[in-house]
């Protein structure tokens, strides 16, 4: 693999004896981090999680949703080297998906597989469990429940062993049609971009009290969301759930406003709102030589604004 990409220290996976957390030595008091998902588009925002972690930055609030929860893990547990091979690494796992993943009843994305076989030691992305429980900062995953069509928002209360973050976040990620369904304590749960801000944890944070953020998506700036044209095909596949079917129709809608509210708060000065320069690759990507290419350029981007953000960090 290519190492222009790595912190000057190359870091090292858990589990490795040379392996250290990220030291923390700026502390961001009323500032919360809340990650967009958008499956592959995020490894461009990896880089800034490597970044900030670099930059020895720690966030009093954590928050994402889909594979913005993965970011969040990351961040929170300061791990340099999976803030970038959850993304980057992970198109080297035969297993982690495909469309014959997807024709075996698996997945695009193999979620099982990715989120409950990859994480513990030994395995190819062991986290560092007790570094992430152990952290002062508030963390919010959110998800979305089919069954009454809420927006559910898990803590570190909701996590007493590492399986119930690790089934949190595959929840949290589950694409509706193209990934199954996840179930916690017999509640049916999908991607938590379905939810009321279309795929912003930025009602969380403000629910926990923040009104400054940093928000981080996987789209440019000139994206917009466009309107649903398939409304009748997702009303015959979720007929047992109608209430996902209309999250997914109205997505655009929420989606687009919340960016108007992002571009508001950033205009206020209460935003600063990180979106891609372009963005080459689409969310179900898993080229390898597509997505360094992805992740160096987003590593660029965020070396570059980084006087910006310490700036509104006020740092």
């Not at 930055?57 to 970038?84: E, K, Q």
């Not at 009748?232 to 108007?260: C, D, G, H, S």
């Not at 950033?266 to 979106?275: C, D, H, I, K, S």
């Not at 891609?276 to 690759?281: K, L, S, T, V």
Request: charged share 25%; aromatic share 10%; net charge negative.
């Amino acid at each position: 693999m290519a190492t222009a990409t790595l912190s000057p220290a190359r870091p090292v996976p858990f589990g490795d004896p040379d392996h250290v957390p990220a030291p923390i030595t700026r502390r961001v008091d009323d500032v919360a981090l809340v990650f967009e998902g958008g499956g592959m588009r995020g490894t461009y925002t990896a880089a800034l999680v490597q970044v900030l972690l670099e930059e020895g930055l720690f966030f009093p609030w954590v928050g994402g949703i889909s594979a913005g929860s993965t970011h969040t893990v990351n961040m929170v547990s300061r791990d340099l080297w999976r803030a970038r091979e959850a993304f980057v690494g992970l198109t080297t796992d035969p297993d982690a998906g495909g469309w014959g993943s997807f024709a075996r009843g698996r997945g695009y994305f193999n979620s099982d597989h990715i989120y409950r076989h990859t994480s513990q030691p030994g395995e190819l992305f062991p986290f560092d469990w007790d570094t992430f429980k152990a952290s002062e900062a508030t963390v919010r995953i959110g998800s979305f429940r089919c069954d009454t069509g809420e927006e559910v928002y898990w803590g570190k209360d909701d996590m007493e062993v590492m399986e119930d973050l690790l089934v949190r976040c595959q929840a949290s990620s589950s694409m509706p049609v193209l990934m199954p369904t996840v179930h916690i304590d017999s509640v049916p749960y999908l991607d938590g971009a379905l939810g009321p801000t279309g795929g912003f944890a930025t009602d969380a944070a403000a629910a926990d009290g923040y009104e400054r953020m940093l928000v981080v998506s996987t789209r440019p700036a000139d994206y917009r969301k466009p309107a649903e044209k398939r409304a009748a095909t997702y009303r015959r596949m979720f007929r047992k759930w109608p209430e996902v079917a209309e999250a997914i129709i109205n997505r655009p809608e929420a989606y687009n406003r919340t960016l108007q509210e992002l571009e508001q708060g950033r205009r206020e000065g209460r935003v600063y709102l990180f979106q891609p320069d372009r963005m080459a690759i689409e969310n179900g990507e898993l080229r390898y030589d597509r997505v360094v290419s992805t992740y160096e350029a987003g590593l660029a981007q965020a070396r570059r604004e980084l006087p910006d953000i310490l700036a509104f960090l006020e740092l």
